[in-house]
């Protein structure tokens, strides 16, 4: 059994640091990279790309929309043509660190707002998936799992990863719990672990409610601005390999 361990990171901005990433990026297989749109500028995302060639973490963009007072959280209007080249903008920016430090993009994760909008806007997930196709068909997908950014890739030929989250409670549909919502995240890693690992064995969360429902699990994201961020993927990698599920990049 083999499973992705990725997390949100390059989110510091100018004198502002967010996250952990020096301690996280050694621990986990993909890293999504912000890419200077809600999160992130042209000095962090140098260094945050340069962390992981030097130690070998699969690299993806993280394009979100253009909200640095909400970090990419608030749901921003904008035409379907719009966000393709919101997208493709953004893809440009991390494209250029990695040919300047000489390694490969892998996958492209939106970011927050953009991200949890695909779940129910096909035409959404289409514009997203039309602006990496364009740049980039090999790049693969990486979406919420089960959602309309997973199968818009697929049918476009593109290589489509399943995320789960171990920091994010889920609803009775399938999808994330509101972050305005109080059980929005998990806090307690014990309870983070029991969750991932009845994701990857069981193929299976257990929601809000308690229902069970299926899921596939190809990848596992922990938020990198998280307070427990570091304690989770540590907690997390432990488990994991302890129970001889191989972590590797997608």
């Not at 499973?3 to 890293?31: H, K, M, Q, R, V």
């Not at 920016?93 to 970011?111: G, T």
């Amino acid at each position: 059994m083999k499973i992705d361990l990725n997390a949100d990171l390059g989110e510091s901005f100018g004198n502002y640091t967010i996250g952990n990433d020096e301690a996280i990026i050694p621990l986990i297989t993909s890293a999504n990279i912000a890419c200077g749109m809600h999160a992130g500028d042209f000095n962090v995302l140098n260094r945050t790309v340069a962390l992981c060639k030097e130690n070998n973490t699969g690299i993806g963009a993280h394009p979100g929309y253009n909200d640095l007072m909400g970090f990419g959280r608030k749901q921003v209007d904008m035409s379907y043509d719009e966000v393709e080249n919101l997208v493709t903008y953004q893809l440009g920016a991390i494209q250029a660190f990695c040919n300047k430090h000489q390694v490969e993009l892998n996958h492209v994760k939106p970011h927050g707002a953009l991200y949890n909008a695909t779940f129910n806007d096909e035409k959404l997930a289409q514009a997203i998936v039309n602006a990496i196709k364009q740049f980039d068909p090999k790049l693969k997908v990486m979406g919420i799992a089960g959602g309309n950014l997973v199968r818009v890739a697929q049918e476009n030929g593109l290589t489509a990863i399943n995320e789960v989250f171990a920091d994010r409670n889920y609803t009775d549909e399938g999808t994330l719990v509101s972050r305005k919502a109080n059980n929005a995240m998990i806090h307690n890693v014990d309870e983070a672990v029991e969750h991932v690992l009845r994701m990857i064995i069981d193929n299976q969360v257990k929601t809000e409610t308690g229902k069970l429902i299926p899921i596939q699990a190809d990848s596992i994201c922990v938020h990198g601005d998280g307070p427990e961020a570091l304690a989770f993927v540590e907690q997390i990698r432990d488990t994991l390999l302890q129970k001889n599920i191989e972590i590797t990049t997608i």
